[in-house]
């Protein structure tokens, strides 16, 4: 008796009610999972996404959000506990100075942009320890619903994690090349 | 019991349980004093009484980094998850066996995995910059 768990990824406009994207890798029957949290100018994700190396990020600009939610089923009395970092176990900052790494736990999906994401509020450029994440909420109907549990009792999905790369035009140097190798991660407990 | 029959012994369990090695790397974080964790690694620069102490886990892999790499304590961290990560079992055993000699086998293995699993799913993250 095991969960299954997903890397699930939203993409595009905002659609529906409560609004999630338009491209739901993973959601529902869906099986393209996203394979990473890499952060690029190219929206999208899945087998086919844009490589990262060829999606740079310049000054001033920002990567597209990242709106990725964790997917449960298979068999299991109960999921909680959650909690989550796009950047765990790296305490060198994100890249050099100057540079931010932001998010949050949201539920509600906004279309993703290359402009600063006021609601990221969570600072990830440092390092965070995994039990140091942010809180996630469940839910059976999907990552958007804007009362999430506190608890999973049946096949459900994670709130959006979410996660923005930006680069103010404040970096003074100049930069080319990738950041170091970063671990995201949700931990939880299971029953 | 050999060293390495306790480690795989330690690994059988875990994977019976349908924990994936991440998940047995949290398993040993939180034997470790998961109240204790720093806000801030600090390296011990070889001064490591306080290490069995307080039987920090991170402390532990500073002092592994210091006594046996001489590597930054980030880079022995994200190897160790690293091979965690790629399923790569024998350098994490080598890990686990450099924990056996600092704790005590006692230590690492003489409890049984808790009804409740603190469980992960995990994936890398990267970005490239041009400016």
Request: glycine share 10%.
């Amino acid at each position: 008796m095991a969960a299954t768990t997903h890397l699930c990824e939203d993409n595009g406009a905002a659609t529906g009610s409560p609004a999630h994207g338009t491209t739901r890798h993973g959601f529902g029957g869906n099986t393209d999972y996203a394979l990473n949290c890499n952060w690029k100018t190219a929206d999208n994700s899945g087998a086919s996404e844009t490589a990262a190396s060829a999606a740079q990020i310049g000054k001033p600009d920002c990567s597209y959000e990242k709106w990725q939610y964790v997917k449960f089923t298979g068999t299991f009395s109960r999921i909680s506990n959650a909690k989550w970092t796009p950047h765990h176990n790296v305490f060198t900052d994100f890249c050099g100075a100057g540079i931010f790494l932001m998010g949050a736990v949201l539920s509600a999906y906004t279309t993703p942009s290359r402009t600063a994401n006021a609601n990221l509020t969570t600072d990830f450029t440092k390092g965070v320890y995994a039990y140091q994440g942010l809180p996630v909420g469940f839910s059976t109907t999907g990552p958007e619903d804007a009362s999430p549990t506190t608890e999973l009792t049946a096949a459900g999905y994670t709130q959006y994690l979410v996660s923005q790369t930006q680069v103010p035009t404040s970096v003074a140097t100049s930069f080319s090349g990738q950041t170091n190798g970063m671990t995201w991660i949700l931990t939880y407990d299971e029953e | 019991m050999a060293l390495q029959s306790e480690i795989d012994a330690f690994i059988a369990a875990g994977t019976a349980q349908g924990l994936s090695l991440p998940d047995m790397m949290i398993q040993l974080q939180q034997r470790f004093g998961q109240t204790q964790y720093p806000d801030e690694f600090v390296p011990i620069s070889g001064s490591f009484q306080h290490t069995f102490a307080t039987g920090n886990f991170y402390d532990i892999l500073a002092f592994i980094a210091d006594t046996d790499t001489a590597m930054p304590f980030d880079q022995v961290w994200g190897r160790a998850w690293g091979a965690a990560m790629d399923g790569d079992l024998n350098m994490l055993c080598q890990y686990l066996m450099q924990m056996v000699r600092v704790l005590g086998r006692d230590n690492l293995f003489n409890t049984s995995f808790p009804r409740f699993s603190a469980k992960s799913i995990v994936t890398s993250g990267t970005a490239f910059f041009t400016f």
